[in-house]
């Protein structure tokens, strides 16, 4: 069983909607970071918590808004999605930010925005 | 800009062959190399890399990082069924740790 989880595995929402993706993990991890996986494109990185803080944010549109409430929780608010925002959204953890160790993925969240 | 590529894309074989995966990066403040496995979703972890010429070995895939000319391989030997997966490819950058993925390989083996 995957120490990272996230709920919920599929999601279909119309672009005026309002949805929460969640991440938990439960492997005792410092750091957790949300990633988006297009097709046909490289995962890009889009937040970094370390500590419940938020220490990276890659240029991301407002209508991606995270928050970390411990730091064992993740999630991800999301409100007036595009088409072009559909794509699988990885969560991830790692013990430490600035480790270069591996991260921890989770199973992901398929998003389709119609 | 940074990047990280990866060749072939994708990849036909037959069970019983051996491939070799490519990684080419230029990446400023390159740390160390991951190379991942993604059956379904959620990648797995493989290798890290963080000095040139030590092969990394595990059962039948290995891997090896040249710093020098900014590239690292991925060989599989024997090839399985199972193996099929996308293998992805990320460098480590900077003090941050920040990942910076390749598009991936996409691997299928033929029984």
């Known amino acids: 069983e995957t120490g990272v989880t996230q709920t919920p595995r599929h999601l279909v929402m119309g672009m005026t909607n309002k949805k929460s993706l969640k991440c938990e993990q439960h492997l005792g991890h410092n750091a957790m970071y949300w990633y988006k996986q297009s097709a046909k494109k490289p995962l890009e990185l889009m937040f970094v918590y370390s500590l419940e803080e938020r220490v990276e944010n890659n240029s991301v549109p407002s209508r991606f808004s995270p928050e970390c409430p411990n730091s064992s929780h993740l999630f991800l608010h999301l409100h007036t999605l595009q088409p072009e925002d559909s794509a699988l959204y990885l969560c991830?953890?790692?013990?430490?930010?600035?480790?270069?160790?591996?991260?921890?993925f989770g199973p992901g969240t398929r998003l389709t925005v119609t | 800009e940074d990047k990280v590529v990866q060749s072939p894309l994708s990849l036909v074989v037959h069970e019983g062959d051996t491939v070799t995966l490519n990684c080419s990066y230029e990446v400023t403040n390159f740390r160390s190399l991951l190379w991942y496995k993604q059956e379904k979703k959620a990648p797995t972890f493989l290798f890290m890399l963080?000095?040139?010429?030590i092969e990394k070995k595990s059962g039948r895939l290995s891997s090896i990082l040249d710093k020098k000319e900014l590239f690292s391989i991925l060989n599989i030997t024997a090839t399985q069924t199972g193996d099929s997966a996308v293998y992805l490819c990320a460098v480590v950058k900077g003090s941050q740790g920040n990942l910076i993925f390749g598009k991936g390989t996409k691997l299928s083996v033929k029984p």
């Open positions: 991830a953890s790692s013990q430490d930010w600035g480790n270069p160790y591996e991260q921890y």
């Open positions: 963080t000095s040139s010429g």
